[in-house]
């Protein structure tokens, strides 16, 4: 096939397509069309080079026009903004920058790689100097460059979604004390409330004011600089800096104009093949929206992963003719927030309860490997599954160390449509500065099977003495020291190893909620009361360490 192939925008999903196209096809003419200065930028890497833990802005560019042209023979041109598709016509239109010269040109196949844009607010004052936003190798030469020069001491970011995060840490690398806002009631909206304590504590670890649940109302600015912002609880915060992080829009108006489809969840529509409702021009990355692999519905994921699987499936298609069909998308991802990294995968315990699914959790907080092998350490891992066909729907996981495995390795077992007794059956590798010969993921299986079997029910909150009727006991079951260090209100403390022989301190009529330090001995526990006959008992999901971490949380809005 010695067609032409012309492709909009030259970063992850734009230059994948490319170079798959060229391997495919030696004969393709391969065009890309990028508006910016630059052809594969890092962009996952641009909070590092602010940080500084990148080091020469020469490192964020993957690859150059003149490289892709050498190696692969593809014509990237940078500068080169398309303004119009003729689809009837198989024609793009466009502006080349530099020159200012207007460009028509022909294509066989058309790619859409057009991206998105970060969400910019209508407030006065949001022109400001000082007002950044982070997409690409421009926006961050704006932003190195003003820090460089001004030194700011005071930031606000508004959003605290995964780049809003990554820059809040580059921000305090360079000392500047930093403000978050976010509207949603937590950071980072894609975790559920119970996991996002953990984040918060380590954030205001590393000084950082958190306002939750409340946006950006209005800017204070003066001679085109801004110098405070006004939170919608009309709190006023001076800064030196703002950066906006609140999320992208995809980039929608080529394809708007040219007649094609737009999906449901608001993304170019794409078929497997990343097809589009116009002959010949597919679609690809943040601009296009996909299906979600765990409930089947349209859904917009901005990541990278996708964006570069699907330019290769479009790349690959639109060279041969021919594709594997690319697969569904689980939103896997992954943030390092100071000394936490925190991954997710599939569906949220709201996104499934929003979903229509029979949801429950399994709560856990296992070592990253063998207690007894030096610098174990924990981690806290969220594992959400359907109660009617046990299936897994998602997981969420923070700690130091370990979580980016355990959650690809339930992405995987997602991928596949796996049950809780799958997960609690894999074969995983383990020695012990890795693992334990139980890993993290199979007690995660382990409590929701116990769940599901009706051998130890979860309890997903401490009762309070108006929440049921009859009021439920609550037992905490931790050693005297344990308990000594903190203890939940209203909860009668019998150690574990004394538990057999003070049945008779317990109300046999009322349900029991118990609890250890993780739920480890929360379940011994329960398995000790239920066989001498106490009949509704619970163990409270992720112990004492889960319930003291919600209320760092609440205390810290
Ligand atoms: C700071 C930052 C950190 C990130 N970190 C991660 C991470 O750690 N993990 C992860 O999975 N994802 C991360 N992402 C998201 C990831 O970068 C995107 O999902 C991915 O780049 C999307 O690929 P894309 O090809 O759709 O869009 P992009 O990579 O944005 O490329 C689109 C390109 O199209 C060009 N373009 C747009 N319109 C036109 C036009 N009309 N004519 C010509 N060119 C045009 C744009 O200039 C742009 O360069 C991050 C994003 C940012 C900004």
Known sequence: MDSRIVIIGGVAGGMSAATRARRLNEQAEII???????????????????????????????????????????????HHEVTRIDAERHCV?????????????????????????????????????????????????????????????????????????????????LDIAVTVLEKAPHVLPALDSEMSGWLEAELGRHAVELRTGVGLAALEADNGRVHAVITEAGERIETELVLLSMGVR????LAQMAGISIGKAGGIAADEFRRTSAPDIYAVGDAAEVVHRVNGAAARIPLAGAANRHGRAAGEHAATGN??????????????????????????RRAAVAAGFDVDTAIVHPNDHAGYYPGA????????????????????????????????????????????????????????????AKDPVHFAAFVAQNQLDGVTPGADEAPTTNTERPAPQLLDVRTANEVCRGT??????????????????????????????????????????????????????????????????????
């Open 377 to 436: 350490q924990t981690m806290h891992l969220t594992l959400i599954y359907d109660k009617s066909t046990r299936k897994v729907l998602g997981a969420q996981a923070i700690g130091p160390a370990g979580v980016d495995k355990r959650v690809d390795v339930i992405a995987t077992l997602l991928h596949f449509g796996g049950t809780v007794d799958d997960l609690a059956n894999l074969d995983l590798c383990y020695a012990p500065q890795f693992s334990s």
């Open 93 to 173: 239109e466009g502006t080349n920058h530099q020159t200012g010269e207007a460009f028509s040109l022909a294509y066989d196949k058309l790619i859409l790689a057009p991206g998105a844009s970060p969400i910019v607010p209508n407030l006065a004052g949001i022109d400001g100097e000082n007002v950044f936003v982070l997409r690409n190798v421009e926006d961050t030469q704006k932003l190195y460059g003003y820090i460089a020069a001004r030194k700011p001491t005071r930031a606000v970011v508004v959003g605290a979604g995964f780049i809003g995060l990554e820059m809040v840490e580059a921000l305090r690398a």
């Open 32 to 78: 890309v069309l990028e508006k910016s200065g630059h052809i594969s930028f890092a962009n996952c890497g641009l909070p590092y080079y602010i940080g500084g833990q990148i080091k020469g802005e020469q490192n964020l560019l993957l690859t150059t026009p003149e490289r892709v042209r050498e190696r692969f023979c593809i014509d990237a041109r940078v």
């Open 250 to 253: 995809p980039n929608l108006e």
């Open 323 to 348: 594709a594997r069909p690319s697969a569904a998308v689980l939103g896997t991802a992954v943030v390092r927030v100071f000394g936490l990294d925190v991954a997710v995968t599939g569906l949220s």
């Open 488 to 557: 939940l209100d209203g909860a009668i403390h019998i150690p574990l190893d004394e538990l057999r022989l003070r049945l008779d301190e317990l109300d046999r009529t009322r349900p029991i909620v118990v609890f250890c330090q993780v739920g480890v001995r929360g379940h011994a526990a329960a398995r000790i009361l239920a066989s001498h006959g106490f009949s509704d008992v619970r163990n409270l999901k992720g112990g004492y360490t889960q319930a003291a971490a919600r209320r760092v949380a609440l205390v810290s809005r």
